[in-house]
């Protein structure tokens, strides 16, 4: 549906931004952390998630990355958590913060977060443990460009767990990672 915008913000609201692309205004929902960083009149690009609830209005939910929206979508399939609750979660914590909250079991700081009870915030650690341990250091583009070189998702990921790519362009990652599958690498 729609995967990216890019356009002028026009206008900013306490939960979202008005975001100009040609000559349509789309309101875009974002996490707080991007709306303190923004301007009115500032060009952003978006990756976007776009819910269509069975009744209601559709909400479109913009992101600064892929893995920003991957989260995003992975929150979204834990019971009891919608598309609110989760926009607070990634509002509050980053995805480092947010591993080390799941690894750490605690869910008295996740319980901090506006909509969270200890209930849910028990069922947010408990879905999240084991999903989100190592996806944070290999970004989708380079899985995606590991793919395209034939290399399994599988084989990428197991292979891969320790590989810091973090500070490295694209290019410089592709190489460390290709010497690390071939068994080149330290």
Do not use: N
């Amino acid at each position: 549906m729609v995967d990216l915008l890019r356009g002028r913000v026009i206008y900013k609201y306490p939960d979202g931004i008005s975001l100009l692309c040609g000559c349509v205004a789309f309101k875009v929902f974002v996490p707080v952390r991007l709306l303190t960083e923004v301007k009115e009149g500032d060009t952003l690009e978006l990756f976007t998630k776009l819910i269509l609830p069975p009744e209601g209005t559709p909400t479109l939910y913009g992101f600064r990355s892929r893995e920003e929206r991957s989260l995003f979508e992975t929150l979204l399939k834990i019971p009891k958590v919608g598309a609110r609750v989760a926009m607070s979660i990634i509002s509050h914590f980053s995805r480092e913060e947010l591993e080390a909250i799941v690894s750490a079991g605690d869910v008295k700081t996740l319980s901090s977060v506006p909509g969270l009870g200890k209930k849910l915030s028990e069922r947010v650690v408990l879905e999240l443990r084991g999903k989100l341990e190592g996806k944070a250091s290999l970004p989708d583009e380079l899985v995606e460009v590991l793919v395209s070189l034939g290399y399994t998702k599988k084989e990428i990921t197991s292979k891969l767990r320790e590989l810091d790519v973090k500070g490295l362009s694209l290019e410089e990652a592709v190489k460390q990672a290709v010497q690390k599958l071939s068994g080149r690498g330290t």
